[in-house]
């Protein structure tokens, strides 16, 4: 006599069936379709496996939950620290082509890591001649990072 499931099941209108998975789905924590599917079993007769998995494969949360890479509590982001003044340099090429300056059509951002202090200059090119040549003109006058990098690829690499 107990194995049987004697509790009273419901047939849900149309209209209600939305709310009944959204309601069922949140009560165990959006843990998937078969859980969400035993859940709503429990109390309703008529909802489908079909409608579940239509609810979840829109819902939000579950959308986000499934983005996240499975080891991301794993991953330690470490941050780069800098101590001082000119220990660390970062450059970058702003590409303006779409809205020129006269001849200049790139902008070099040269930005202290420690400080976060920018220098800025125009650039007519990106070639290897161009960049470097202002590089220097930054150096002579802050003195060279210890470091220097640029996140750039190949765009700082003499390609002639």
């Known amino acids: 006599q107990g194995l049987e499931d004697t509790s009273i099941k419901y047939y849900v209108p149309i209209n209600e069936v939305y709310d009944a998975i959204r309601i069922a789905h949140s009560n165990i924590g959006h843990r998937g379709i078969k859980y969400t599917l035993k859940e709503i079993k429990k109390k309703c007769a008529n909802v489908t496996e079909k409608q579940v998995k239509l609810f979840i494969s829109e819902c939000n949360e579950c959308k986000i939950k499934r983005a996240k890479p499975k080891n991301s509590s794993k991953l330690v982001v470490r941050p780069i620290i800098s101590n001082d003044f000119n220990s660390r340099g970062q450059v970058d090429l702003i590409d303006m082509q779409s809205s020129p300056d006269g001849k200049f059509k790139f902008i070099l951002n040269y ?24 590089l220097l003109d930054i150096f002579t006058t802050f ?3 210890a470091i220097l990098q640029a996140d750039n690829g190949g765009e700082l690499v ?3």
């Open 111 to 134: 930005q202290d890591h420690f400080t976060k202090f920018c220098i800025l200059r125009p650039l007519k090119s990106k070639t290897a001649a161009d960049v470097p040549y202002n």
């Open 158 to 160: 003499d390609t002639r």
């Open 143 to 145: 003195r060279a990072p």
